[in-house]
C-alpha cells in the first residue's frame, strides 16, 4: 500500500496568515493527489484535486502544488471559516490511503 | 442537484454485521466509481474501498477482506456497504463518495454512524 504522511499534524495560525501544509507518499503518484477539507461532525469537502486542481466552488485563496512524492496545500490568506482539518489522499492505486490530518486552529 | 442520501445510525451487537445503504438522487448512478470511507470517533479518514456500478467490480482494502461487502442497485441507484463480524473497534461514521477523475471525491453522503457494543 501507498503511505501518506502529513506536515504539520496540528498548525495554530491567525486570520489574514499564509498557511502551508506539506503531503508525502511513500512512492511516486504523479499528480495522482486530492487534498479535502472536513469540519467537525459534517462530511469532508474535496478542495483541491490532480494535485493543483481547483474543485467548482472553492475559493480562490485555496491552491495546491506538487507532484511524484511531494505535495503542498496553500490557504494564501487565512478567513475564519477556514479552521478546520485537511486531509490528503492519493487516487494512484487503490487502497486510496489518507493522510492522518493536519488540524488547522485559531491563534 | 445530486445528492447522496445514507440510511440512518445503527447500534449493533459485536459479531453481528451491518448493511448501510447510499442512494443517489439525480445524475448518472452507474457511471461513477463510489467509494466508501470511515471515520472512528476522534481519527482521521480510512479508506475501506470501492465499487465500478458499471463493471460489477469490487476492491477493498487488505484490512477489511473477508469482512466488507459492497454491492449496488442499478434500479434503485443505491450502494450498499455490509461490514460483518463486527468489533468495537469498528464503531465509526461511515460515508459514501462518489468519485470522479483521480479518486477526487467530489460528492459526499451525511455519513452513517454506527455503533458496536454489547
Known amino acids: 500500500d501507498i503511505q501518506m504522511t502529513q506536515s504539520p499534524s496540528s498548525l495554530s495560525a491567525s486570520v489574514g496568515d499564509r498557511v502551508s501544509i506539506t503531503c508525502r507518499a511513500s512512492q511516486s503518484i504523479s499528480n495522482h493527489l486530492n487534498w479535502y477539507q472536513q469540519k467537525p461532525g459534517k462530511a469532508p469537502i474535496l478542495l483541491i484535486f490532480?494535485?493543483?486542481s481547483l474543485q467548482t466552488g472553492v475559493p480562490s485563496r485555496f491552491s495546491g502544488s506538487g507532484s511524484g512524492t511531494s505535495f503542498t496545500l496553500t490557504i494564501s490568506s487565512l478567513q475564519p471559516e477556514d479552521y478546520a482539518s485537511y486531509y490528503c489522499?492519493?487516487?494512484?492505486?487503490?487502497?486510496?490511503?489518507f493522510g492522518p490530518g493536519t488540524k488547522l486552529e485559531i491563534k | 442537484q445530486v445528492h447522496l442520501v445514507q440510511s440512518g445510525a445503527e447500534v449493533k451487537k459485536p459479531g453481528s454485521s451491518v448493511k448501510v445503504s447510499c442512494k443517489s438522487s439525480g445524475g448518472t448512478f452507474m457511471n461513477y466509481e463510489i467509494t466508501w470511507v470511515r471515520q472512528a470517533p476522534g481519527q482521521g479518514l480510512e479508506w475501506m474501498g470501492r465499487i465500478i456500478p458499471i463493471l460489477h467490480t469490487a476492491d477493498y482494502a487488505q484490512k477489511f477482506q473477508g469482512r466488507l461487502t459492497i454491492t449496488t442497485d442499478k434500479s434503485t441507484s443505491t450502494a450498499y456497504m455490509e461490514l460483518s463480524s463486527l468489533r468495537s473497534e469498528d464503531t465509526a461514521v461511515y460515508y459514501c463518495?462518489?468519485?470522479?477523475?483521480?479518486?477526487?471525491?467530489?460528492?459526499w453522503g451525511q455519513g452513517t454512524l454506527v455503533t458496536v457494543s454489547s
Open positions: 463518495a462518489r468519485n470522479g477523475d483521480i479518486a477526487a471525491a467530489g460528492l
Open positions: 489522499q492519493q487516487g494512484y492505486r487503490t487502497p486510496y490511503t
Open positions: 490532480a494535485a493543483g
